[in-house]
């Protein structure tokens, strides 16, 4: 039984609470192409990966993985939907997550899409008085633990599928994520701030898009000590912004929007 | 590299001159600034504190503006069709229960309009009703009868803010547009009214299709910056008087170069970051229409409603604007204005019940009770 659906969505149980299924997708990307010698060079340049890595490595390990991904009927739809190549290595201070956001990628992020749009902003907001500083800890089943790990020891290379879970409040993200099976020769983790951060740096146009909306990506697998409080990524025009903002529609429902979206990350 | 202080905005998203503005409010009006610390201290919590906007006098107005949504709700459009308007219309009571509950909701804003709202000879008993020492009281107009005597006479009453709408820097083009001459000439005696009365004041101006790309539409946006008055900018919606003018439309080109220019210009849209909040479509949460009859409708520029305020409590209302799936969930884009599901949805329900009635809006049962509502988290 496919896990996914034909755009490459995760295909809800019965306990996911989602906005309504929608064939259509009214948020889209942009169309964007994967260039790995422009994402190499603009992950070398932001320095998320070091010198000692190279862009043949990067492509082949990347293109096994999306093969094998291929291979296996229960998760091959995914690739149906939009996917971003990553390498990263030395990332993930699991001490100090919100740190790590604050003081190392977000600046990282606000230099490569200012590279690419000079007369445009990208700026991040903590709603209310909240803070990114000691105050972001790894989301519970979200299997980060491990990738964070395997960052430290190692260079990490897979893919980050943005809307893998489009669509579902930020619990049923947890838990359907919870219920997926393994990936024989691969890991996964529900995706979070280093993947995602990787992938707005070495795409920096990924959340631009001149002729519809763009998804909302929340950062799922980072949870904030306030659990009313969640990190996204969104654009607003021509623009790129971080929110740390309120996940409640209203007094004790949380959000569920066609907009917001869960990633999945799959790597060797 | 970037420090991480010049990355991350403020902690509330305000500007400085919202800042200063809050400042005034906790001597001027101690309740209004109560009430928004109130909300940014329980928006974490889901609270909402919207805009409620009140449509006065029947609508009437003395211009034929031609991108004018108020058309059909107007005495003089529904007497063209043979129509009599016999639902009940609200009370100076009304209003002033309104204000009561607003007030326990922790609303501090009300935006009086029309029509042209100061043709209503009644006026001043509604913004004592409204109560300006406990809201925000803020006036739309076109201008033409908003000289020093009447600005001075709003602020006399304890109104906050005139928005005063002026569609080209094109004096002929104005005129044309609002199908009044001479109407150009007032809006600019009224911008002087009402800085001399010391009110706050923002000029409001609608664009259609491409208008922002205008060599005029920069003069404007220069205009505003050079005289210090901020640009509120509607985008044309293919209702009332526009149903049919859909090469009107805004694209999200339109929009997005918008959003460009707030950075150079003091000019904002109803979707713009503000109150701590990211830019997106503010049905129920961030503005709701009060129709003549009490009919709640959770946007400017719809004709649908959730609910009637003279026969349930307004709380009841917004709680369910908010579960709706249309109206509550995060979504970016203006629905009415942008997203061609909802408007089809929208024009279509409003066609439908125009065979059961002429009058609008559409009653909740009608219209926004057939769409879907959000599953609470106990549900599942």
């Not at chain 1, 990347?62 to 290595?89: M, R």
């Not at chain 1, 590279?115 to 980060?144: G, M």
């Not at chain 1, 838990?175 to 951060?197: A, M, Q, V, W, Y």
């Not at chain 2, 970037?2 to 101690?30: F, G, M, V």
Request: overall charge negative; hydrophobic content about 35%.
């Amino acid at each position: 039984m496919a896990y996914f659906n034909s755009n490459g969505v995760c295909i809800p149980s019965s306990s996911s609470r989602t906005y309504k299924y929608n064939e259509n997708q009214y948020y889209k990307f942009a169309d964007f192409q994967v260039n790995y010698e422009s994402i190499f060079n603009n992950l070398l340049k932001s320095r998320l990966i070091s010198k000692l890595r190279n862009k043949d490595d990067f492509e082949k390990k990347a293109t096994d993985i999306l093969l094998k991904i291929g291979e296996n009927p229960l998760y091959s739809n995914v690739l149906n939907g939009p996917k971003i190549p990553f390498i990263i290595e030395g990332f993930g201070n699991e001490n100090d997550l919100g740190t790590e956001l604050e003081n190392e990628l977000l600046p990282k992020i606000k230099d490569s899409f200012n590279s690419k749009y000079s007369e445009c902003y990208f700026k991040a907001i903590l709603q209310s008085d909240s803070e990114l500083s000691s105050s972001v800890k790894i989301t519970n089943n979200s299997n980060y633990e491990a990738f964070i790990n395997k960052c430290q020891k190692d260079y990490v290379i897979g893919w980050y599928f943005p809307t893998a879970f489009m669509g579902y409040d930020i619990d049923s993200q947890i838990t359907r994520f919870k219920e997926l099976p393994e990936i024989t020769d691969l890991n996964k983790c529900l995706s979070g701030g280093i993947e995602i951060s990787s992938s707005l740096i070495s795409i920096p146009e990924l959340l631009i898009n001149t002729s519809t909306y763009s998804p909302i990506l929340c950062i799922t697998a980072y949870q904030h000590v306030d659990p009313r409080l969640v990190l996204i990524f969104k654009s607003y025009g021509p623009h790129l912004e971080f929110w740390c903002m309120t996940q409640m529609l209203t007094k004790g429902i949380t959000q569920v929007s066609e907009q917001w979206t869960g990633g999945l990350t799959i790597y060797n | 590299m970037s420090n991480s202080l010049q990355i991350l905005a403020d902690h509330e998203a305000l500007t400085l001159t919202e800042k200063n503005k809050r400042r005034d409010q906790s001597i001027k009006r101690p309740r209004v600034y109560e009430k928004i610390q109130n909300y940014f201290k329980n928006m974490l919590d889901g609270d909402i504190s919207p805009i409620l906007r009140l449509k006065i006098n029947r609508s009437l107005c003395n211009f034929h503006c031609q991108h004018c949504c108020e058309e059909p709700y107007m005495t003089r459009d529904l007497k063209k069709r043979g129509i009599v308007d016999s639902r009940p219309q609200m009370s100076t009571e009304d209003y002033k229960e309104l204000s009561r509950q607003a007030d326990e909701y922790g609303i501090f804003r009300f935006v009086i309009t029309g029509g042209e709202a100061l043709i209503d000879k009644n006026l001043d008993k509604l913004i004592v009703a409204l109560d300006p020492m406990k809201h925000l009281i803020i006036l739309d107009t076109n201008g033409w009868t908003f000289d020093e005597e009447k600005a001075k006479w709003f602020a006399g009453l304890g109104g906050y803010k005139a928005q005063i709408s002026l569609d080209s820097m094109i004096e002929e083009e104005h005129d044309s547009f609002r199908g009044k001459k001479g109407a150009y000439k007032r809006v600019m005696r009224a911008l002087d009214a009402a800085k001399k009365a010391d009110l706050e004041l923002l000029i409001s101006t609608c664009v259609i299709k491409d208008r922002v790309f205008s060599e005029e539409f920069t003069t404007m946006c220069e205009y505003c910056k050079d005289n210090d008055i901020p640009l509120y900018v509607t985008l044309a919606k293919p209702v009332g008087t526009a149903r049919d003018q859909d090469t009107w439309v805004c694209t999200k080109e339109d929009v997005d170069y918008l959003k460009f220019l707030e950075t150079k210009y003091n000019i904002f849209t109803h979707m713009t970051p503000n109150y701590g909040q990211p830019g997106r479509c503010i049905t129920v949460k961030g503005i709701n229409t009060v129709n003549h009859d009490g009919e709640i409708i959770p946007c400017p520029y719809m004709d649908l409603s959730i609910g009637n305020v003279t026969k349930e409590p307004l709380s009841v209302i917004l709680e369910r604007g908010m579960m709706n799936s249309w109206l509550g969930p995060y979504r970016d884009e203006c629905i009415i204005g942008e997203n061609f599901d909802f408007i089809k949805f929208h024009n279509q329900t409003v066609k439908d019940y125009e065979k059961i009635s002429p009058l609008l809006p559409v009653p909740y049962e009608f219209g926004f009770a057939k769409t879907k509502t959000i599953e609470k988290n106990t549900d599942k």
